[in-house]
Structures are given as C-alpha cells and as structure tokens.
C-alpha cells in the first residue's frame, strides 16, 4: 500500500530513469540546427573531430549529445528515417550498459546505431549480436550505409567464411554476427597454432539484439566444438530395432523433467532383447564391460519417448535436423551431444554421423559476461529482469512508445477439449477474413501449423504456413501477412526481426514491381502508384480492426507469448489478440490442470462452451512463471558448474596467447624440465628417508624414459653427505647438456618453434583428454547425493584435483617429447622451409583433428589447457598480492616469505 502510494507520488524508478534520459534529449534537439545546417562533408568530419577529443582525453559520455545528433542528421540523409526522442532514450540505455526494452515496431535496429557510432569513435571496435544470419547481413548491409557515410567501416561474420574474412570483419570499426559465430570464432581462436592466425580482436562492447531470446532461451546449451570420435553406428541401430518391443509399463517417462528410466520390468526385458540380439556379455546389463550398451539403450529410450518428429527436430535431405523451440528455425549443423543425435538418426533410419568428442566449450552466459561493456535489446524483458540482473549485472528499462498502444487484448478463452478450441479458432479465423481483416496464428510446433492448415484447407480458408519447413519463402510470406483479408500460420514468431505491416510491405512490393524496369519514368509511375494502393490497403485494413493475432496454446515463457501479441499494434496502429486454451495443452497436460478442470466442470461449462474470464489468464500467468522460474534454476545450475572451470579456462586461454606471442619460451620450458625433475626424484626418493629407502634402480630407469640419457644414481648415493637436492642439480645439468647438444645439432631457431609447437598441441591433447574426463565426472556426479555429499562442492574438489593432474601429465609429455624429438634433414635447404611461417611444424606430433560440426549439449563443462604462470587468472590461499600479474612462476614470490611464487601467492585453490 505504502510502496503504491509512493510510486503514484514519486513515480517509478524505471519512470524517473527515462525522465533523466529525457533531459539529455533535450541537449540533444537544441543542436539540432547547427548540424542541419552542416554540408556532406562538415557533418562527416565530426567523425574525426570526436576521435582527436577523446584522444585528448574527454570521455564518451561528453561527447554523447554531439555524436547522437551527428547520427540522427546521417540517418535522416541517409536512411531517411530521423529517430524519434523515445529512440534517442533507447539509445542512451544501450550506451550506458543496460537492456532496453521497446516493443515491436519501435526501430531498435535504427536505436543501435546511436550507441554503435558513440562506442565505435574509440576504435576499440563494436558487436553487433544478431539471432540469425539473416538479420545479421541485412542490418549491415543497412546500418552500414550510415556508418560508411560518417567515415566508419563495417564487417559481418557468416557461416562459411574464411579465416582471413573474418579477420577484417572483427578489425572493422562495427561487426555484426550471430551468437553461434562469435562464440565459435572465440573457441576457434583458441585453438590456432600461431597468434597471426587468430581472427578476433579484445573484446569492447557488445550489443544483443532479442536480448532475451540469445542470453535467456539458448543459454541452456553451451557452444561445444567436437572432432570425431570412434563409429559405433552398428550399435545404435541394433539397440534402436530393440526399443519398440517395450511396452509402456517398461518405463517411466517425466515429461516435465526431460527424462525417461526404465522400471525394474523393463530392465529384465531389455536384458532379454539384448542376450537374444548378442548384445550383452555376462549375467547382466550393469556388469562394467556392458557399460557402453547402457548408454546406448538410454540415449535410444529418449529418442523414442522423448523426442517428437515435426516437434523437435524434422528429416530433411536424409538428416535429423534440431527445430529451436523458441523460434522454429531449423538448426541446420547443431547436433545433440552424448550420442542422443545418433539415436535420432537411427529411429528415423537415415545415415548415422560418426559420434562427436568434446574439443573445446563455453557457455553463452560466460561469454557474454567477457565483454567489457554489455547491452541488449528487446520487446520483452521485463518478465526476464531478475535472471538479468542476477546472471549478468544487466538492469532492464521499458522504454516508452512513440505513440500510445491502441492494440486489444482479450482475455484467453479456455475450452475442455482440443478438438473444441480449434472449432472456434477456426470459425475466428473465417470471421475476420470475412470483413478483410488479416490474422496472425501462432503455433509451437511444425506438427501443430500443418494440423490447423489442414482444417483451414478443408473449411477452403485461402492461407500461408511459416514454419522451418518453408524457412526460405519466410521473407515473402511475412511481407504481405498484413494484407486485406491474409491468413498466416507461423511456428514462434521470436527473432523473426520483419514487421508485419497493415496493408502489405511497401519496399517489398515496390521492389518486385520494378525488378527488370530500366526507363526511370516508368519506374517514377509505377512507384506512385503501388504507393497509392497500398496506402488504400493500409486504411482498409484499419477499418477491419488491424492485424488480429490467435494463441493456440499458452509457451512455456510469457515472452514468448508477449512476442507474438507484439506482432499486432506497432506504432500505434490498430490490432487485436486473443489466446485460445484446452486443458489438453502440453502446459495445462504437464504442468496440472487438475484444480481448473475442477472448477469449469463445476461451473457447468458444456462441451462446445467457453471461460473466458481475468482470473483465468491470471491462473494461466501464474503457471508460466512457475514454468520460468524451473527453467531459470536450470540455467542457473548449468552455470554453476560452468563456473567451476571458468577461472581454469582463462588461465589455459590466456597462457596459450603468451606462448603464441612469445619468440623464445626456452625459460618457461626450463622450468618445466626441472619441476618434472623435482616430481620424479621426489616420487623415488621420499623426504626425510634414509638412503636405504631410496629406489635409485627406478630412478635410473625412469629418467631414461622421460628424458633418453643414462645416469648413474647407485654411484651417486655412495658419496658421503650427498643430498636430495644435489641429485636433483645433477640431473637438472645432465638434461641440460643433453637438449644443449641437440640444440647444436638443429640449430636455435628450430628449438624454439619446436618448443612453442610441442607446447601447443600437447597441451590441446591434454585438454581434450581433460574435457572428456570432466564429462564423465559430470554425468555421475549427482550419485554422490546419495552419500549425503553436495554435487556442485564434489565436482568442485574433484575438478582441481583432474586440472593439477592434467598440467603434471602436460609438463612431463612435453620435456619427454622434445628430449626425444629427431628430424632428419639431409639437406638444409628443407630446414629453412620447415621454419617457414606460413607453415604448421607437424613433424612433431599428430595433426590436431579436423574441425566437426558444432554440437548442441544438454549441459556444459569447460576446463584449461597449461600450467598457469599468473596469479591474476588464479585464486590464491592466501590471497592475491598487488601487481603480482606477471610475475613468473618460478620466480622469488615478492610477498617476502623466501618461497617461489608457484608455491605462495601464485598456488591455485581448488575453491
């Protein structure tokens, strides 16, 4: 009560934020004149000017009123189109690291270009994240004209560019991309070989385009790149012939949860299957050496409960490809990992892909968390903003419309049955083409759109489907969606990124018209006229009541129900929604409908019959979010134990750039070569022991094999007084003067490429082998509840535990490799080609594997690659020491307690 009246008395805060931002809108009108009154070249010659002011050290925020009407006097001569005050409000959010949410219609690829231009003036560079490759190349090509015309250049990154394409994509003042390609292109580049090869800048400042859909919806499965693993093909269709002899009892399916078991009945009965087929060894399905068939027949059990063709993924030129649950798109290339694709492929019984292994990962939430400065944009956030804010630091602000919103919603209209509520959605539907008034239905699935396309088509409804099915026609289908009497069917409409448009799109219609017209009078006529036209359809269109937009069935996000009521009402224009709800939907099926079903058949509602009352949509509102707040969790678990290794992975990513920048890492490989001495003598010779308890056979034999030379540590312990620590000198120097003579032998330079190559690709085998260890640790991690232990701080434990081991097998693999390395150059003229730049050293070791499709996981673990030589990437026990970023590992810790550094302040905590 108290909080309400101060609200009505003071105003929100996100009103008094937008009042703030409204004063610096005036500054910004007042200049207006001066750069109206600027010629082509004096208005882009500010360009230069705000550079040589922030070199001069003023900050971006005091250029910010010259620079946004410097843009907005561009746009109007440019892209004719002048931004509205509530644009230049959205603009200054993005700029000051904030999400702007601004309906459908309000130009927020036009608001971005406001901020860009600002943060571009730093030459520091500026992302631009796009939901697709589409959106991503038609806001360049379009948004590019403006930052061409103010002296700006402008990149896009697509699917299949080459290295050196991307690579002047990122150096250009503004890039725009999809999520997938700039967080591929992060892993990739941290997986190359030489620094020059690398294609991405530092990271500045990012913009997100539907804000919610990139950060919210696909941060559930991270960025995976995978090479190949072994090719059990055989296996998965043997096991998928099996799954359709279980009956129902055989198993328990959660659809909630995602998840399926097989019940004690449907153990015995796979076992039966199985010992028939040849499959299984042994007494039964859990014996270990059956272990990998279990894993077959659980991703095979999920393939045929869990996963709907046309639901979830669709057949398409003898491939499973994923369909995105939020936009309905096609994912052409993304594959579900732990083999579940495989299972897939085998049910639909097309070519099954060779499994894929983990190579590197990244969360989009960690990703995105990189950037120095982050900022989103969207219809709908606000139903999001705590896991903004919590997740990322990000606060949402509603931006005002430019004009009032005149769009109906009506309440939802729930019927007992599915049968019934598509009878009257469809009797809707036949009304409002009746009077010429366009209508928008929106469905879940490609399953859904063709079921209510056949009932248009036998009640002789003229209509249109988009859906992943006609992905390629979506252009044309939405252009003329606002036209007189048009019936579109679309599977989600989020991140569509096209206005719907009363009347039919004008650009688009002009556009074909002309398409083959040289004589520009004729082209002036035909402008004029389709002009006239369509301008009649629009107030036609108006007069029916404006685009009419139907809900089949309530998402699992308000968001996504948001987006499709925002497709009607832009700009003020007219429209109207409504949802039509069954208790049969997959929401009111899963989530319980038990109470409603209750009370409508208390209110004696009758077959045929409809509720439509607020307390229902207000019931329905109230299971969403209890559906948001299960899938945030979710999330917020994934990103935990993402969080486990993120210290580990900027420590690997970090120290693998050193060794790629560096000329000579002769020292770092020094200190290597004596840590695995120290380790091997300690392991053979116990502190504190006497000399009888020392194993100096097994001393001998194991330098022999790490290092290839011959010591003779029996003759040593027989000198009086010697030492632990003279034995380790002595072998310190006797490997030395082994890797001097064969630095003699092939020369300095070639030492120093084959010491930075044999780093590098050891070090990516160790991470690799790391990864597919963590992935194990992470699928039976959860068992440890059982023993009353917390997964998360076992997985925390264990996970430091793996990292420490993987750099003592890192270290010792690359000393015995370069101590046993030979080539065999007979002629010189051959060494100077292998130092050659241009190429990769693959003499000394295997070729690193070919790059795989990228794969889309249920969960996501990410760990480092090298030994980390810097404090400032890793956690101290003791704390963390000013200046201590690059202080060298071996090196005297500047703390003054007489330790190396590695072993005080520059030690990792596994916490």
Not at 186 to 212: Q, S, T, W
Not at 545 to 570: C, F, K, P
Not at 708 to 737: C, F, T, Y
Request: aromatic share 6%.
């Amino acid at each position: 009560m108290l909080v309400s009246l101060l609200t009505k008395i003071f105003g929100s805060a996100n009103e008094r934020m937008v009042k703030k931002y409204l004063k610096v809108v005036e500054k910004i009108n007042q200049l207006e004149p001066k750069y109206v009154a600027m010629s082509d070249d004096e208005l882009r010659a500010q360009t230069q000017l705000f550079k040589e002011r922030l070199e001069k050290g003023e900050t971006l925020d005091d250029i910010l009123p010259e620079a946004f009407a410097t843009a907005r006097e561009a746009s109007k001569r440019v892209l004719g189109m002048r931004p509205f005050d509530v644009q230049l409000v959205g603009g200054m959010v993005l700029h000051n690291g904030l999400i702007a949410e601004m309906r459908t219609g309000e130009g927020k690829t036009l608001v971005a270009t406001l901020p860009v231009y600002l943060n571009a003036l730093s030459g520091k560079g500026v992302h631009v994240v796009t939901v697709n490759d589409y959106l991503a190349s038609r806001d360049s090509s379009w948004m590019g004209r403006l930052y061409n015309y103010l002296g700006l250049s402008t990149g896009c990154i697509v699917h299949g560019m080459s290295d050196h394409q991307r690579r002047d994509a990122y150096h250009s003042d503004v890039t725009y991309g999809t999520n997938h390609e700039f967080g591929f292109d992060y892993l990739r580049d941290n997986m190359k070989f030489r620094f020059e090869d690398m294609v991405m800048r530092p990271f500045n400042y990012a913009i997100v385009d539907e804000v919610d859909s990139i950060l919210i919806d696909e941060a559930r499965t991270p960025l995976i790149i995978s090479g190949s693993a072994e090719d059990s093909s055989d296996l998965y269709r043997s096991i998928n012939a099996l799954i359709p002899k279980l009956a129902p009892e055989h198993y328990e399916k959660d659809e909630k949860q995602r998840s399926v078991t097989l019940t004690d009945t449907g153990i015995e009965r796979i076992e039966e299957l199985l010992r028939e087929a040849g499959l299984i060894h042994g007494e039964t399905l859990y014996d270990i050496h059956n272990i990998s068939v279990v894993h077959h027949v659980n991703q095979a059990l999920k393939a045929h409960t869990l996963f709907t063709r046309d639901v979830d993924y669709i057949v398409k030129n003898n491939k499973v490809i994923i369909i995105d649950e939020f936009t309905g798109r096609m994912m052409d290339g993304r594959r579900y990992s732990e083999g579940l694709h495989q299972a897939l492929e085998a049910k639909e019984g097309v070519t099954i892909e060779t499994e894929n292994q983990t190579l590197a990962s990244i969360t989009y939430q960690n990703f995105f968390r990189m950037y120095p400065k982050l900022s989103g944009m969207t219809g709908t956030a606000m139903t999001e903003a705590h896991e903004f804010e919590e997740i990322y630091k990000l606060r949402t602000v509603d931006i005002p419309t430019n004009r009032p919103v005149a769009r109906i919603d009506n309440d939802d209209e729930v019927y007992l049955t599915a049968q019934e509520k598509y009878k009257a959605m469809i009797e809707q539907i036949k009304i409002c083409q009746q009077k010429g008034q366009p209508v928008l239905v929106g469905t879940t699935s490609i399953e859904k759109s063709e079921m209510i396309s056949q009932m248009l088509q036998t009640e002789k409804v003229k209509h249109q489907v988009l859906n992943a099915r006609y992905h390629e026609q979506e252009a044309a289908i939405i252009t003329e969606a606002g036209a007189p009497g048009a019936v579109t069917i679309a599977t989600n409409m989020a991140g569509r990124g096209t206005d719907i448009k009363l009347g039919g799109n004008l650009e688009a219609r002009i556009a074909k018209e002309i398409a083959g017209l040289t004589d520009e009078n004729e082209v002036k006529k035909v402008v004029d006229r389709v002009t006239e036209e369509v301008k009649a359809l629009e107030e036609q269109v108006k007069a029916a009541g404006g685009l009419y937009v139907i809900g089949t069935e309530r998402h699992e996000s308000r968001r996504i129900d948001n987006q499709l009521r925002g497709r009607s009402g832009r700009q003020g224009d007219p429209g109207e929604s409504k949802f039509y709800i069954s208790l049969q939907d997959d929401l009111m099926r899963i989530f319980g409908s038990d109470r409603l079903d209750a009370m409508l058949r208390k209110l004696g509602v009758k077959e045929g019959e409809a509720i439509s009352h607020a307390w229902i949509s207000k019931a329905l509102e109230r299971a969403q979010q209890k559906v948001e707040a299960r899938n945030f969790d979710i999330r917020k678990h994934l990103l935990r134990y993402d969080d486990v290794m993120n210290d580990q992975r900027k420590i690997i990513y970090e120290q693998r750039r050193e060794l790629m920048l560096s000329q000579d890492i002769s020292e770092m490989v020094a200190d290597m070569r004596s840590d695995v001495i120290e380790t091997i003598v300690q392991r053979h010779i116990p502190q504190d022991s006497l000399i009888e308890q020392w194993d100096l056979e097994g001393l001998q034999s194991e330098i022999h094999r790490v290092f290839g030379i011959h010591i003779d540590a029996k003759a040593w312990a027989n000198e009086e007084g010697i030492a632990e620590a003279e034995i380790i000198q002595r072998i310190i120097e006797a490997v030395s003067q082994h890797m001097k003579a064969k630095e003699e032998k092939y020369g300095a330079l070639m030492m120093r490429t084959a010491e930075t190559n044999m780093v590098l690709r050891i070090l990516d085998k160790c991470w690799k082998d790391h990864l597919l260890t963590l992935d194990q640790l992470r699928q039976g991690i959860n068992l440890r509840a059982y023993a009353q232990g917390n997964p998360l701080n076992e997985y925390k434990r264990e996970a430091f535990v793996l990292f420490q081991n993987m750099l003592e097998v890192l270290r010792e693999e690359t000393i015995s490799s370069l101590a046993h390395f030979e080539i065999d150059v007979p002629d010189p003229t051959i060494l100077s080609q292998l130092l050659n730049p241009e190429m990769n050293f693959d003499l000394l070791e295997e070729q690193t594997p070919a790059w795989e499709d990228p794969e889309v996981t249920p969960e996501a673990e990410v760990v480092p690659l090298t030994r980390p030589n810097r404090s400032s990437q890793s956690r101290s026990s003791s704390g963390g020491i000013e200046g201590s970023g690059r202080i060298q590992r071996n090196a005297a810790c500047p703390c003054g307690s007489g330790k190396k550094f590695k072993h005080c302040h520059g030690a990792i905590d596994p916490s």
